[in-house]
């Protein structure tokens, strides 16, 4: 039973665009959320997380929008870079279990010229 | 930085084999964890641990082995490899001190023919 679902398995933008990249997940208890980068034959990389207690997050080009009435995250990056070219996966954990996390089936975005 | 490393970062088993997967990390995270990444089905939990001496399943954890005797190091063991667990392996740590964010290493790709 998949609890955290990225319903777009690709994502395709141009250089300078923003990306954005959505997350659902079924669970309520989820009160964190993290959002990992990856590039091929590497192990995943945290870009930026987002606590239940907020509903926005920024860190650079990256900011995490959460609306917990939807159980939605989604993640912006503006602009977007070459270098970003990458899987994403979005990940959820409730408090009673800090340190498991359910993640998604990720995003492979690509970022075009 | 050493930060989470895993070895082997390649093997290939025969059916019935067995082996152990090494994870260790120089961070002083308390929290360690397996996973395992299959296409189109994110990253899932097999097991995990959340101090030295203690550990505990995850979603996936049949077929594995699992044992916590320091807290720098984590190793996984298949008793007797299927086909069915060829996957890239990740080991990850965290701290709740640091935001509960996962630490991966940079996998480990196991091929069992």
């Known amino acids: 039973d998949q609890q955290v679902k990225q319903n777009s398995p690709s994502l395709s933008v141009q250089e300078g665009r923003i990306s954005i990249l959505n997350c659902d997940y079924t669970n309520s208890m989820f009160d964190y959320f993290l959002w990992y980068k990856k590039y091929p034959a590497e192990g995943p990389t945290f870009l930026i997380s987002?606590?239940?207690?907020?509903d926005k997050n920024e860190d650079g080009r990256f900011t995490v929008f959460l609306n917990k009435s939807a159980k939605h995250l989604s993640l912006h990056i503006v602009p977007s870079q070459p270098g970003d070219s990458a899987v994403y996966f979005c990940a959820a954990s409730a408090g009673d279990s800090w340190g498991k996390f359910q993640f998604g089936a990720g995003t492979q975005v690509v970022v075009t010229p | 930085n050493a930060g989470v490393t895993q070895t082997p970062k390649f093997q290939v088993l025969k059916t019935g084999q067995s082996m152990t997967l090494q994870c260790a990390q120089d961070m002083n995270h308390e929290y360690m964890s397996w996973y395992r990444q299959d296409p189109g089905m994110g990253l899932r939990l097999i097991h995990y641990?959340?101090?030295?001496?203690?550990?505990d399943q995850g979603e996936v954890p049949n077929g594995y082995n699992v044992s916590r005797s320091t807290t720098e190091d984590f190793p996984l063991r298949l008793l007797s490899a299927a086909p069915s667990q060829t996957s890239v392996y990740f080991c990850?740590?965290?701290?709740?001190?640091?935001?509960?964010?996962?630490?991966f290493g940079e996998g480990s790709r196991l091929t069992v023919l």
């Open positions: 641990s959340v101090g030295a001496g203690i550990t």
């Open positions: 990850a740590s965290s701290s709740q001190n640091l935001n509960r964010a996962l630490f």
């Open positions: 987002i606590s239940s207690i907020k």
